[in-house]
């Protein structure tokens, strides 16, 4: 391998805090929130300058899902207030509770043209389109109320490792390279930056590039729905998602931790989704005189890394509880399917003041399809921040200050159940009814 030498040198410090969260998309912001909620000072490091991450820039403007598939919510807490404070802003659409887990016809169809109701014979889920330019400002404004210390345009670059603890993180800003401190750190950077370059295990996937963009100024969405256009309602009225991706074009996987197979992704993405968009308005009913309103800011990648972490969550422990759960979700296509996600997920296996949050967490192939969708993202967002600040605080079974491993999971998801979120999923009870 060809390599130069880094001298070492002396960092000045751009920030300390009692937690520092790297990546701004929902599950950092969740997770920066929540430790801010607990009392802990926070510093939350997006090398972009808009929040939301995939959820907003990705232009993947559908939150799926936050019930079982039987009718029963399992996702609360900020995901719940995040729904709500878009609602009040105007920028939500989601069935009302009467109509999930029915299998009608009509309403079935009806919420799968908003790209609600995804997978074989599935019923009406609690799914939720929104408009994503209103999220990213909700995600601002609560990022700014909780008082965290929001850094843009900071990329958190290498974790600076002693024994098995990160002792500070090296940044990388508009003011050039800098440190942050903390007793304990989260990486919720989505393809697990922060873990990577501490040196922990992972596991790697390589996928099919995507790139989703909006359409407005269709002439009339229901008919076009109707003769089967391959796009979804969205919340404006005239205005259209198409969930595009390279695959369509037979494009090949790519390793998107890879610079170079990333940006090719990229460049070959952008280009063939602007075709995509001429052909729609040839080729699809009432698109011919459509424009564009945007193409994603952001490559849509589905997987990358996931750590290996204290526990990691397979397809044969769906439908089975764990004492120390911090969240639950559902299955986007498999109704019925429900994790528990233990907090080991969440804790890296090499380092104690390192917890992982949102799409990298520890968890198999399969399960991931589950755990990577924006409300479980918030969720172990969430019972990251919380804690996160536990372990700042110190308040803690034994071990150092910012010892994650050492956190009273039971202590933990008290507060997790203060705070909202739904850990009380009956798995008992269904096991009795056959599954
Ligand atoms: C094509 C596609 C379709 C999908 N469909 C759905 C769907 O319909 N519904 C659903 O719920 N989910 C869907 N998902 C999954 C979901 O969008 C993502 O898994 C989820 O948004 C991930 O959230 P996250 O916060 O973990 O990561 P991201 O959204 O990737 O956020 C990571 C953030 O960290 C920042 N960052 C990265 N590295 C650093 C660093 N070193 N320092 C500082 N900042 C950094 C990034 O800029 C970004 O803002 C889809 C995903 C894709 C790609």
Redesign the pocket.
Do not use: F, M, V, Y
């Given at each position: 391998m060809d390599t130069v030498f880094e001298p070492g040198r002396e960092l000045s410090v751009l920030a300390r805090a009692d937690v520092v969260v790297?990546?701004?998309?929902?599950?950092?912001v969740a997770a920066a929130v929540a430790a801010a909620r607990e009392g802990a000072q926070v510093v939350l490091?997006?090398?972009?300058g808009v929040l939301?991450?995939?959820?907003t820039?990705?232009l993947?403007a559908?939150?799926?899902t936050l019930d079982d598939g039987r009718g029963r919510q399992v996702i609360g807490g900020l995901c719940q207030e995040i729904v709500d404070r878009v609602g009040a802003a105007g920028g939500e659409f989601h069935p009302p509770a009467g109509h999930w887990a029915s299998s009608e016809a009509v309403l079935v169809e009806k919420y799968r043209r908003w790209?609600l109701v995804w997978g074989k014979d599935a019923p009406v889920r609690y799914s939720v389109a929104y408009d994503p330019e209103i999220l990213a400002q909700v995600l601002a404004d609560m990022v700014v109320e909780a008082g965290v210390d929001l850094l843009f345009h900071?990329?958190?670059?290498d974790p600076l490792v002693e024994g098995r603890r990160i002792e500070a993180l090296a940044v990388q800003s508009k003011a050039g390279r800098g440190a942050v401190v903390a007793p304990v750190y989260i990486d919720?950077?989505?393809?697990g930056?922060?873990f990577a370059a501490a040196g922990c295990a992972f596991e790697l996937e390589r996928v099919h590039p995507?790139m989703?963009f909006r359409a407005g100024g269709i002439t009339d969405v229901s008919d076009a729905l109707e003769q089967g256009a391959p796009f979804f309602r969205t919340t404006a009225a005239d205005q259209v998602l198409v969930?595009w991706?390279l695959a369509a074009r037979g494009g090949g996987k790519i390793d998107a931790t890879d610079p170079r197979e990333r940006t090719r992704g990229e460049l070959d993405a952008r280009r063939l989704a602007l075709e995509e968009f001429r052909r729609l308005r040839v080729e699809a009913p009432g698109a011919a005189g459509a424009h564009l309103c945007g193409i994603a800011s952001?490559l849509?990648?589905?997987e990358s890394r996931r750590v290996a972490g204290r526990a990691t969550l397979t397809r044969q422990q769906a439908d089975r509880d764990f004492a120390d759960a911090i969240a639950v979700t559902g299955h986007?296509t498999r109704h019925g399917l429900v994790y528990a996600v233990p907090y080991g997920c969440l804790l890296a296996a090499e380092l104690d003041n390192l917890l992982v949050?949102?799409?990298?967490i520890s968890v198999d192939h399969p399960t991931h399809n589950a755990t990577?969708?924006?409300?479980a993202?918030m969720a172990t967002?969430q019972a990251a921040g919380t804690a996160a600040a536990m372990a700042a605080a110190a308040s803690t079974t034994g071990g150092q200050q910012g010892d994650a491993s050492a956190v009273d999971t039971g202590a933990l998801r008290v507060k997790l159940a203060e705070r909202g979120a739904l850990l009380g999923y009956p798995f008992a009870a269904r096991a009795g009814e056959g599954g």
């Open positions: 790297a990546g701004g998309g929902t599950a950092g490091l997006e090398r972009g939301g991450g995939l959820a820039g990705g993947i559908l939150l799926l790209g900071c990329l958190g670059a919720a950077s989505g393809d930056e922060l995507w989703w969930p991706g952001q849509g990648i589905t986007w949050a949102g799409r990298c990577k969708e924006i409300p993202c967002g």
